[in-house]
C-alpha cells in the first residue's frame, strides 16, 4: 500500500491509501482534485476514511459516493456511514488494517487511524501545535493527545491540516530555548512527520516540560495547575497569538 498526500481547499490534506487499483480516500474536503488524480492515475475508490464531521475534511464525499463505498467514522455525518468505536480494528485491503483511536476534544467524535507505522490525526494535532477544542473538554484532549503521545516516537504522522510554521512562530514563542525548535523552523514543513520531531518540538505534547509549565505558570499568573489546566491556558494563549495578541 503506498500513500498518497493531495493538498486541498486551502490548508486542508487529502490522503489516499492506494493499493493496486483501489483507494481509500481520507478526508476529502473537496472534490476535484481527488477525482483528477483518482481518473489520471486510474484508481478505483473503495470508501471513504473520516477524522471528523467538519465541512473542509468531508465536502467531497457527498459529490464521490456511490452506494458501493463504504464510509468510515465516528462523528455524526450527514450521509450514511459505519460507526467506529475505539480502538476497533478494520480491514481496509486484504493484509492492511486500520485501528481506530478516539481522539475526543476537537469534536467530540474525532477519530485518529493507525495503519502499519502511519498515523492520521485529522484536527487534533498538527505539525507544531493542536486543534481548536470545539466540542468536549480540556481533559479530553488531553487525553486524546496522551493518546497520540504513546504511539511508537517512529510513527509517521498526517495532519489535516499544514499549519506548521505559523504553529513554529508559537511554539518558539513559548519554549524560546528550544532549539530543536529553531533548528526545525529552517527545515521543510510537510506530511509525514515522525512523532519523535513533535515529541520534541510541539508544545501541546510538551505540557511536561518543566521550561514550558514555567511559562505557562507566568502567562496565566497562577502557581497550581494541572496538566489539563496547563493544555487550557497554552490553548488560550495560542488562540490570543494567532488573533495578533502578544
Ligand atoms: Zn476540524
Redesign the pocket.
Known amino acids: 500500500m503506498k500513500t498518497i498526500s493531495l493538498r486541498t481547499l486551502d490548508t486542508n490534506y487529502t490522503y489516499l491509501l492506494v493499493h493496486e487499483n483501489k483507494a481509500w480516500v481520507i478526508d476529502p474536503g473537496e472534490a476535484e482534485p481527488v477525482q483528477s488524480w483518482l481518473k489520471e492515475n486510474d484508481i478505483d475508490v473503495v470508501g471513504f476514511l473520516l477524522t471528523?464531521y467538519?465541512p473542509?475534511?468531508v465536502g467531497g464525499v457527498m459529490a464521490m459516493r456511490t452506494p458501493d463505498h463504504v464510509v468510515l467514522g465516528a462523528d455524526p455525518f450527514d450521509f450514511p456511514y459505519e460507526k467506529l468505536e475505539h480502538d476497533q480494528m478494520y480491514a481496509l485491503f486484504d493484509d492492511v488494517s486500520l485501528r481506530a483511536i478516539s481522539l475526543p476534544g476537537?469534536?467530540l467524535g474525532a477519530m485518529g487511524y493507525l495503519i502499519g507505522d502511519q498515523f492520521f490525526t485529522?484536527?487534533v494535532l498538527f505539525g507544531g501545535g493542536a486543534?481548536r477544542i470545539?466540542e468536549g473538554t480540556v481533559k479530553q484532549m488531553l487525553m486524546s493527545l496522551n493518546r497520540i503521545k504513546a504511539l511508537d516516537p517512529n510513527t509517521k504522522l498526517y495532519f489535516?491540516h499544514e499549519y506548521t510554521q505559523a504553529n513554529l512562530g508559537f511554539a518558539q514563542h513559548v519554549m524560546p530555548d528550544n532549539e530543536a525548535v529553531v533548528k526545525r523552523m529552517g527545515e521543510q514543513a510537510g506530511v509525514p512527520q515522525l512523532l519523535s520531531v513533535e515529541l520534541a518540538t510541539n508544545p501541546f505534547l510538551r505540557l511536561d516540560d518543566p521550561k514550558l509549565q514555567a511559562a505557562i505558570k507566568g502567562y496565566a499568573q497562577a502557581d497550581a495547575l494541572d496538566e489539563a489546566a496547563m493544555l487550557g491556558v497554552l490553548r488560550t494563549w495560542k488562540n490570543k497569538y494567532d488573533a495578533g495578541e502578544r
Open positions: 471528523h467538519h473542509d475534511h476537537h469534536t485529522g484536527d486543534g470545539f489535516g
